[in-house]
Nanobody
Framework: QVQLVESGGGLVQAGGSLRLSCAAS????????MGWYRQAPGKQRELVAT???????NYADSLKGRFTISRDNAKNTVTLQMNSLKPEDTGVYYC??????????WGQGTQVTVSS
């Protein structure tokens, strides 16, 4: 089992910044894929940014340049720095951890609200 604890969501004005963190604990594999997804009201969950099994990063094209994902392997955490936030970035942001065999764990989600 893997437990994911997310933090850092909140309310921010357009143009502002937020930083989200996700800490994984439990049966952690050194090789894993870990990153962030989001779900806006009435829409499907979508990729924000993630680390792949090989350690490279994968971003949603529309978010490149504004969002940056980083990780601390020693602490099993990934952080999402979100800059120049827009109202359309509003949604619930979820951390996802994927094991080497492809089993997925999801965090409980953290709300991000960007006001115009």
């Amino acid at each position: 089992q893997v437990q994911l604890v997310e933090s850092g969501g909140g309310l921010v004005q357009a143009g502002g910044s937020l930083r989200l963190s996700c800490a994984a604990s439990g049966s952690i594999f050194s090789i894993n894929a870990m990153g962030w997804y989001r779900q806006a009201p009435g829409k499907q969950r979508e990729l924000v940014a993630t680390f792949t099994y090989g350690g490279s990063t994968n971003y949603a094209d529309s978010l490149k340049g504004r969002f940056t994902i980083s990780r601390d392997n020693a602490k099993n955490t990934v952080t999402l720095q979100m800059n120049s936030l827009k109202p359309e970035d509003t949604g619930v942001y979820y951390c996802r951890y994927t094991t080497p065999r492809g089993y997925e764990y999801w965090g409980q989600g953290t709300q991000v609200t960007v006001s115009s």
